[in-house]
């Protein structure tokens, strides 16, 4: 089923959601020496839309770059997207089982 009607059935949704999370500074910074990896850092943002369905979380970011390769633009927010998703895990305690990036440009859902 398309991930437009997806949401709209949805009767949990958040919108732009903004979040704060503790993590480990050697997850965004694999290069720093053993003793400092294990520091805290706070990682803070904000996420287009999310919903939750039955059998857990979709996350979806909507983009207006003016590319139009989806395999460029899964490359490019791919990071982005899985620092949103551990954020959205820790917040609402429910597990992401789907994200997507909605391209303006190209207009359509792409599953990452």
Same mark, same amino acid.
């Given at each position: 089923?398309?991930?437009?009607?997806?949401?709209?059935?949805?009767?949990?949704?958040?919108? +732009?959601?903004?979040?704060? !999370? @503790?993590?480990?500074?050697?997850?965004?910074?694999?290069?720093?020496? %053993?003793? $400092?990896?294990?520091?805290?850092?706070?990682?803070?943002?904000?996420?287009?839309?999310?919903?939750? +369905?039955?059998?857990?979380? !979709? @996350?979806?970011?909507?983009?207006?770059?003016?590319?139009?390769?989806? %395999?460029? $633009?899964?490359?490019?927010?791919?990071?982005?997207?899985?620092?949103?998703?551990?954020?959205?895990? +820790?917040?609402?305690?429910?597990?992401?089982?789907?994200?997507?990036?909605?391209?303006?440009?190209?207009?359509?859902?792409?599953?990452?």
């Amino acid at each position: 089923e398309d991930v437009g009607k997806r949401l709209l059935k949805s009767n949990d949704v958040y919108k +732009e959601y903004e979040f704060s !999370v @503790l993590k480990n500074a050697g997850e965004f910074y694999p290069e720093l020496p %053993e003793d $400092l990896k294990n520091e805290k850092i706070v990682v803070q943002g904000k996420f287009d839309c999310a919903f939750i +369905e039955s059998d857990g979380a !979709v @996350l979806i970011d909507y983009k207006t770059d003016k590319i139009t390769d989806e %395999e460029t $633009l899964v490359s490019i927010y791919e990071g982005q997207l899985d620092v949103y998703k551990a954020a959205l895990e +820790e917040c609402i305690e429910i597990p992401v089982k789907e994200i997507y990036i909605y391209s303006f440009k190209i207009g359509k859902f792409i599953k990452i």
